[in-house]
């Protein structure tokens, strides 16, 4: 659901960026039918995607992991423990995004990056928290997806305004 948002949002702002979902569980899986009914409501259709295992190199060429959860995050930083500086679950992003100011207009995403990282400890990746975990609705009912639906919309929206505000995106030719 999140990589669908985040790659229309950015995709309308001109961002030459790729987004990529990737999991910890396994490949080629259809999304669940409550998904493509929760994101029907945003004009989003699912249908043709499949999961992805995430891989170590997936994880080397990303510039940003964003995870939904901190056992999320905690997987790719064992996985690959060179992203741990580009790496946040979204709620944490968006949470020291909002507390650094969004990416000025000279900034990098990476210089970005750096700024909301500056002061983390990796002992914050133990256990789980409501402050950065996105719940997952997976085996619950319908309304459990639409919420997590309405809350990654909402993480998304502040995400994009911290990370690739208007006057920081590059735009095709020029």
Do not use: C, N
Request: hydrophobic share 40%.
């Amino acid at each position: 659901m999140a990589e669908a948002m985040l790659a229309v949002r950015l995709a309308a702002l001109g961002a030459e960026v790729t987004v990529r979902s990737a999991g910890t569980l396994r490949d080629g899986e259809p999304p669940l039918p409550e998904v493509i009914i929760a994101m029907e409501s945003y004009g989003l259709d699912l249908t043709p995607r499949r999961s992805h295992k995430v891989t170590p190199a997936d994880l080397e060429r990303a510039d940003l992991t964003v995870a939904m959860a901190r056992e999320h995050l905690r997987y790719a930083v064992v996985m690959a423990p060179s992203v741990w500086p580009r790496a946040f679950t979204l709620r944490e992003l968006v949470r020291r995004g909002t507390a650094i100011g969004s990416r000025g207009p000279a900034e990098s995403l990476s210089g970005w990056l750096a700024r909301a990282h500056e002061g983390r400890e990796r002992s914050a990746l133990l256990g789980d928290s409501p402050e950065d975990d996105v719940a997952d609705p997976i085996g619950g009912p319908q309304h459990g997806y639409s919420q997590t639906a309405q809350v990654l919309h909402q993480l998304i929206d502040r995400l994009v305004r911290l990370g690739w505000p208007v006057d920081s995106v590059p735009r095709y030719g020029g």
